[in-house]
């Protein structure tokens, strides 16, 4: 049976930084998705072997990276702001999953493309 474990979620103050962690291993796409309050569940990170995605409204602020040695999928955010608050979920996928927008093309983002998912955790951004 999968099993995907999300930790490192809480309460952090605007500007703050917190590091999720997810124990997993062996797929072959792996990502972050988040649902923020009133909205759907979106992406927010995903990483294959190398290559990564990003949303947005995360560039710049979010890193997505794995540790093969430790079976472990980390989302490092910085900067975080009162509309980063949600539940974050990570997501598992057997096969490279990959999109192309623009002209470039990376791991996807799409909720569709991932086969499993952890239970989430919640991350409250707040003063």
């Known amino acids: ?4 474990v999300e930790s490192g979620g809480g309460l952090v103050q605007p500007g703050g ?7 997993a291993s062996g797929y072959a796409t792996m ?3 988040r649902q923020t309050p009133g909205k759907e569940r979106e992406g927010v990170a995903s ?5 990564t995605t990003y949303a947005d409204s995360v560039k710049g602020r979010f ?3 794995k540790d093969n040695a430790k079976d472990t999928l980390y989302l490092q955010m910085n900067d975080l702001k009162p509309e980063d608050t949600g539940i974050y979920y990570c997501a598992a996928a057997n096969g490279l ?3 192309c927008r623009g ?3 990376g791991p996807s ?3 569709r493309d991932f086969d499993y998912w952890g239970q989430g955790t919640q991350v409250t951004v707040s003063s």
Not at 17 to 23: D, I, K, V
Not at 47 to 51: H, L
């Open 1 to 4: 049976q999968v099993q995907l």
């Open 17 to 23: 930084s917190l590091r999720l962690s997810c124990a």
């Open 31 to 33: 990502g972050w998705f």
């Open 47 to 51: 990483i294959t072997g190398g290559p």
């Open 63 to 65: 890193t997505i990276s």
């Open 97 to 99: 999953r990959t999109f």
């Open 103 to 105: 002209g470039s093309c």
């Open 109 to 111: 983002l799409q909720e």
